[in-house]
């Protein structure tokens, strides 16, 4: 799986938009880009993910550059419920067997300011 | 049900003990995961069944045993563990892709985790 780098961490206030930037230089065609969330002492929690559109659902929206080596994950309308570590993972889809990874980089930390 | 269930939610064991922790899904996903996760680190992966078979194992020590008896339940036997094996272990599950499944969601669900503490 490709490498990702993320800032350690951000700061955003309650009510605007959060924007997490994504590195992911090393992509491969076939790789999408994951984001997960994981709150404090709570398990991972899946975000959104695509391959080379943006994606939008409930939770938050995800674009990807045209090249494919970054991605900004947004959070229209953070609240402080959003503060949490972000994680921004690449993987190719999991058709199982020795592709079936899911690691983890060292994430953003992204508190949410009252 | 989307929920991944993990027992129990802590536990305090010595090095000469054997412990097993437990995890459960219905929602008919193929693979599951194991982590462990020290404070203030990422998840590390330990290891993944695909169709219950053992898929990856990544060079974890052997004092952790991992089992999948059924599609939906996945142990991790523990025996001998050393006081640096403390940590949050979680578990995961996914659907695992066909061939045309480019939109399958395939994103894995996460138990709350296992908090381990070895005395």
């Known amino acids: 799986d490709a490498k990702t780098t993320q800032p350690t961490s951000m700061d955003c206030a309650e009510g605007r938009a959060a924007n997490l930037p994504c590195n992911h230089s090393?992509?491969?065609?076939?790789?999408?880009v994951y984001w997960y969330r994981q709150i404090h002492s709570q398990g991972p929690q899946y975000i959104i993910h695509?391959?080379?559109n943006n994606e939008t659902n409930e939770m938050a929206s995800l674009i990807i550059t045209e090249d494919r080596k970054s991605s900004t994950l947004i959070l229209p309308h953070a609240t402080l419920r959003d503060t949490a570590v972000y994680y921004c993972?690449?993987?190719?889809?999991?058709?199982?067997?020795?592709?079936?990874?899911?690691?983890f980089g060292t994430g953003t930390l992204l508190a949410v300011q009252p | 049900d989307t929920e991944v269930t993990q027992t129990p939610k802590h536990l305090v064991m010595g090095m000469t003990n054997k412990k097993s922790l437990k995890c459960e899904q219905h929602?008919?996903?193929?693979?599951m995961y194991w982590y462990k996760q020290k404070a203030k680190k990422p998840p590390e992966l330990m290891f993944v069944?695909?169709?219950?078979?053992?898929?990856i194992n990544e060079s974890v020590p052997s004092r952790f045993s991992p089992e999948c008896p059924n599609s939906s339940l996945l142990n991790l036997h523990l025996h001998a563990l050393q006081p640096e094996d403390s940590a949050l272990y979680l578990c995961?599950?996914?659907?695992?892709?066909?061939?045309?499944?480019?939109?399958?969601?395939?994103?894995?669900?996460f138990g709350q985790g296992t908090r381990l503490t070895v005395v």
């Open positions: 995961a599950s996914s659907q695992l892709a066909g061939a045309s499944a480019e939109r399958l969601n395939t994103e894995a669900f």
């Open positions: 090393t992509i491969s065609g076939n790789e999408y």
């Open positions: 695509g391959l080379k």
């Open positions: 993972i690449v993987r190719i889809m999991n058709y199982g067997g020795a592709t079936n990874k899911l690691i």
């Open positions: 929602m008919g996903h193929r693979a």
């Open positions: 069944y695909s169709y219950e078979k053992l898929s």
